[in-house]
């Protein structure tokens, strides 16, 4: 098994194996910079470039990784990322001299995590958020419409999705106001307007795109991973209240633009190549279009957890698997482009609510306390049915291999009440 010479623990979601990217700065001052996770340590890819070490690689002295965002190495498209990442992964590597043995580069390339600040690492031009679980489609038609009729018509046929707001994505971290807006409740006669009493999370996994497509020309299914950076954990808040009122004809608006959450550190695609199965069997079978053959779902397991302003430590609410999405990452962008849309380096894709078969492996608040009617019992006797005001909720997610993880580290976000 490759092996660092940093020193990285086998239960680290930053092995030799992952490195992911994410944009950071120094909390003694300096310019933002690209860098990679490496066990308890960034490395300053910076650094790296300055000292020759991408010499080999299209990314060499342009000054790509002495930058506030990852858009510009994005841009370079996946031959460039491997060829980078193979260089990396060599430099760290336990029986490589080159950074191991020089004191001075390594002393100016590797910072520990605990002295750096995280930055957002991309600049997200257009965030697109899918409906791409069964599971959680299943469950929310059953709530609302039954069983019967749970699935809408289209939905075995196409990936469901709208377009969110790029604006509001903000990093792990960042505080929660808790929104306002119309609301209508089911014995009143008008809407209200008053902050959300329905707060919600929804665990999601999402992707950031490299290069995009020309407008009018899709991306074929086949070809779609090729334009994957690297997945990220999101957290797509949702005030179920205000959604519920406005979504009909045209779907979300204010119920989910007021905030999305993501984690720091982008996974590229190819350390999650170990980790490939096959998904969902898709009946009936779909469009040539968004036809696939083969391994395109991913075994990454996930966990989000909830702590309230009176607990004392957090609790495991949920654990879910990205290998339960029906419709693919490859399906998504094929379906996302085949109209002629374009995409470009930077924009966010993200999956929806990830769900599993049974109650334990539900993604969000709705499911789990089923709309009100399963409140969750958690420790020191707090109960929940929607999120409250001083909740912390975290979602964190890794890939298991052989004494080794792939993991996307955490997002986390508290709730703010609303502003007066």
Not at 122 to 136: K, M, Q
Not at 137 to 160: C, D, S, Y
Not at 343 to 372: F, H, N, Q, V, Y
């Amino acid at each position: 098994m490759l092996r660092s010479f940093v020193e990285v623990a086998p239960e680290s979601h930053f092995s030799i194996q992952n490195l992911p990217y994410g944009v950071f700065r120094s909390r003694n001052g300096g310019p933002p910079r690209i860098g990679v996770a490496i066990g308890e340590y960034v490395l300053d890819l910076a650094v790296l470039d300055q000292a020759g070490c991408f010499a080999k690689t299209e990314a060499a002295g342009k000054g790509i990784f002495d930058q506030a965002s990852l858009n510009a190495f994005m841009a370079l498209g996946r031959p460039v990322w491997q060829r980078v990442r193979a260089e990396i992964q060599r430099l760290l590597s336990a029986d490589e001299p080159e950074l191991r043995d020089n004191a001075g580069l390594r002393t100016a390339a590797l910072l520990p995590q605990k002295d750096a600040e995280l930055l957002l690492p991309v600049e997200i031009g257009d965030y697109t958020d899918f409906y791409a679980s069964r599971d959680h489609a299943f469950n929310v038609g059953t709530m609302f419409r039954g069983k019967e009729n749970a699935l809408m018509p289209n939905w075995h046929h196409l990936p469901v999705g709208y377009h969110g707001r790029a604006s509001s994505i903000v990093l792990s971290g960042t505080d929660v106001r808790r929104p306002q807006g119309q609301m209508k409740p089911p014995d009143a006669a008008a809407p209200v307007f008053g902050p959300s009493r329905q707060l919600d999370f929804e665990l999601e996994i999402g992707w950031f795109m490299g290069p995009g497509n020309p407008l009018g020309t899709p991306i074929p299914v086949e070809r779609a991973e090729e334009h994957i950076f690297g997945l990220v954990l999101v957290n797509d808040w949702s005030a179920r209240d205000i959604q519920a009122w406005e979504y009909q004809p045209l779907g979300p608006f204010l119920a989910k633009n007021f905030a999305t959450s993501i984690s720091p550190w982008v996974v590229p695609l190819d350390a999650l190549e170990p980790f490939r199965i096959r998904g969902s069997r898709q009946e009936p079978e779909p469009l040539p279009y968004l036809k696939q053959e083969g391994a395109h779902a991913f075994d990454i397991k996930l966990e989000v957890y909830l702590q309230s302003a009176d607990m004392k430590q957090a609790e495991r609410i949920t654990e879910s698997n990205v290998k339960y999405l029906y419709w693919s990452m490859a399906q998504q962008i094929a379906h996302h482009t085949v109209g002629g849309c374009n995409l470009r380096a930077g924009d966010l894709l993200a999956s929806g609510t990830i769900s599993g078969p049974d109650k334990a492996s539900r993604g969000c608040m709705l499911e789990l306390a089923w709309r009100g009617a399963e409140p969750l019992q958690l420790s020191d006797g707090v109960k929940r049915v929607w999120l409250e005001d001083g909740d912390r909720l975290t979602m964190t997610g890794y890939a298991q291999g052989d004494g080794y993880r792939i993991g996307f580290g955490e997002v986390t976000g508290r709730i703010l009440p609303s502003l007066k």
